[in-house]
T-cell receptor
Framework: DTGVSQNPRHKITKRGQNVTFRCDPISEHNRLYWYRQTLGQGPEFLTY????????KSRLLSDRFSAERPKGSFSTLEIQRTEQGDSAMYLC?????????????FGSGTQLSVL | QQPVQSPQAVILREGEDAVINCSSSKALYSVHWYRQKHGEAPVFLMILLKGGEQKGHEKISASFNEKKQQSSLYLTASQLSYSGTYFC????????????FGQGTTLQVKP
């Protein structure tokens, strides 16, 4: 078990560019979550998947954000036409739903800086 | 709605105790506690389900009062390794995968 892996660790981009982040969850975990965290704040929920199905998406999430988990394993989060306000740490977490285990295992995150 | 944590920051000497509170305006199914050190991922501490149970993990324990929609995290005989930011995350139902996190409480333990 290597834990939740996120790539890249850091991403610097110019305003208006598209960026894509990848998350590899713990292999047997069926749920995968994306959160966003800004300095001094707690993680903010963005969306989550159970297997390949996207079950919920935050109403605060702009249409510029899209996430996929095509085969129920890894997931990608894409931000189109980035804005300076998108600068944040993007955290991925996974869990094993259906066994009574509720713990979220977080990755180390991707730090996005939009210039 | 985001749960409210108090205090925002605590400074302790090694061996002292601390209490961190988490309060929600919505009915809760569960409260989750995580600790995050600077530049690292949040790490799970414990989960409390509705029913008012209290849990313990070494010298860290927590309680959950579902009627008051409040949870408290108790750190006893604090160690330097306890330093970090503590977040409570709340869930309104058992089926949701979504946690709403508080703004965090920064704990600094000094020698």
């Amino acid at each position: 078990d290597t834990g939740v892996s996120q790539n890249p660790r850091h991403k610097i981009t110019k305003r208006g560019q598209n960026v894509t982040f990848r998350c590899d969850p713990i292999s047997e975990h069926n749920r995968l979550y994306w959160y966003r965290q800004t300095l001094g704040q707690g993680p903010e929920f963005l969306t989550y998947f159970q297997n390949e199905a996207q079950l919920e998406k935050s109403r605060l999430l702009s249409d510029r954000f899209s996430a996929e988990r095509p085969k129920g394993s890894f997931s990608t989060l894409e931000i189109q036409r980035t804005e300076q306000g998108d600068s944040a740490m993007y955290l991925c977490a996974s869990s094993l739903y259906g066994t009574g285990e509720l713990e979220l295992f977080f990755g180390s995150g991707t730090q996005l800086s939009v210039l | 709605q985001q749960p409210v944590q108090s205090p925002q920051a605590v400074i302790l000497r090694e061996g002292e105790d601390a209490v961190i509170n988490c309060s929600s305006s919505k009915a809760l199914y569960s409260v989750h506690w995580y600790r995050q050190k600077h530049g690292e991922a949040p790490v799970f501490l414990m989960i409390l389900l509705k029913g008012g149970e209290q849990k313990g993990h070494e010298k860290i324990s927590a309680s959950f009062n579902e009627k008051k929609q409040q949870s408290s995290l108790y750190l006893t005989a604090s160690q330097l390794s306890y330093s970090g930011t503590y977040f409570c995350g709340t869930a309104g139902s058992s089926n949701t995968g979504k946690l709403i996190f508080g703004q965090g409480t920064t704990l600094q333990v000094k020698p």
